[in-house]
């Protein structure tokens, strides 16, 4: 089955930090969804990705589709403690769920 | 508006046991699936509908039946619980089985003795 994987699995920042995680496909993605979860909740949609090479900001927050459209990045700029969470991608047909990167935000 | 409501939320069963999660959504949706959430694996995939009478595997299907006799309702069956069944379970809808957004329930976590 199509298989995707997330880097890194945690992630510790200080308040003020940058933050990135990305998305890597064995296969051709034909979409990419971004989603949040916050600790004991459950997974949120943020944006999704249909576009070789697009980019997409909300606020703080920037996603990218690579060229291939194989992979996919978020980037959060300054984060902040409203940020701690698990984020996931997911692509493709079913919606196949990257393993996650778990953010800690030390204030 | 409740979106997608999933019970119980939490659960505690015997190894042997059965039971039966519930999901239901008020959305019209025709996708929705069913997911567990173990520590360092993400969501994996159990079982998915496209549509009333409609079902098929996902990544991890052993242990667990669904079927699907109502656009709203997607009830997932544990047949005889496993200590490797202890998991989150997240129960999700959709429009379309790709392309569109999934929204979740607040899932149901389970521990299997």
């Known amino acids: 089955g199509q298989q995707v994987m997330q880097i890194p699995q945690y992630q510790h920042v200080q308040e003020g930090e940058d933050f990135t995680t990305y998305c890597n496909s064995s296969?051709?993605?034909?979409?990419i969804q971004w989603y949040k979860q916050r600790p004991g909740g459950h997974p949120v949609f943020l944006i999704q990705?249909?576009?070789?090479?697009e980019v997409k900001k909300q606020k703080r927050l920037t996603f990218q589709f690579g060229e291939a459209k194989k992979n996919s990045s978020l980037h959060i700029t300054a984060t902040q403690t409203t940020d701690v969470g698990t984020y996931f991608c997911a692509g493709g047909n079913q919606f196949y769920f990257g393993t996650g990167t778990s953010l800690t935000v030390i204030p | 508006n409740a979106g997608v409501t999933q019970t119980p939320k939490f659960q505690v069963l015997k190894t042997g046991q059965s039971m039966t999660l519930q999901c239901a959504q008020d959305m019209n949706h025709e996708y929705m699936s069913w997911y567990r959430q173990d520590p360092g694996m993400g969501l994996r995939l159990i079982h998915y509908?496209?549509?009333?009478?409609?079902?098929d595997q996902g990544e991890v299907p052993n242990g667990y039946n669904v079927s699907r006799s109502t656009t709203e309702d997607f009830p997932l069956r544990l047949l005889s619980a496993a200590p490797s069944q202890t998991s989150v379970y997240f129960c999700a809808s959709s429009t379309a089985i790709s392309g569109e957004k999934l929204f979740f329930g607040s899932g149901t976590q389970l521990s299997v003795l």
């Open positions: 509908s496209v549509g009333a009478g409609i079902t």
């Open positions: 990705l249909v576009k070789s090479g």
């Open positions: 296969t051709t993605l034909s979409n």
